[in-house]
């Protein structure tokens, strides 16, 4: 498993981002700030965990959620109940099996 940076951009841009998290008129604004700074959805959930203190569910809920993310809520939505589904069948093949 590879190791993944903190962040995907330097430390003046992530000291950029933490202003614009305290001064943000939304959390949807904030969203599409590091999305376009480079951030992935999970850097983003990371950001808004440590820097927000916000619990994970509701980071990841507000990213997934968000309107700067919402061209990729299908796939991942799809891709969600498709790796749900083949879980249960190896849970099913495992307790089945023993």
């Not at 943000?24 to 440590?50: M, Q, T, Y």
């Not at 919402?70 to 891709?79: L, P, Q, V």
Request: hydrophobic share 45%.
């Amino acid at each position: 498993m590879t190791s993944r940076k903190p962040y995907p951009v330097d430390e003046a841009t992530l000291n950029t981002l933490r202003s614009q998290l305290a001064a943000a008129p939304s959390p949807g604004d904030c969203v599409a700030n590091l999305r376009s700074a480079g951030f992935d959805k999970i850097d983003s959930i990371k950001f808004f965990r440590e820097f927000a203190g916000m619990p994970l569910h509701e980071g990841k809920a507000l990213v997934q959620l968000s309107p700067a993310w919402a061209d990729r809520y299908a796939s991942d939505e799809a891709f969600h109940d498709a790796a749900e589904e083949a879980a249960k069948i190896i849970f099913q093949e495992e307790f089945t099996a023993a």
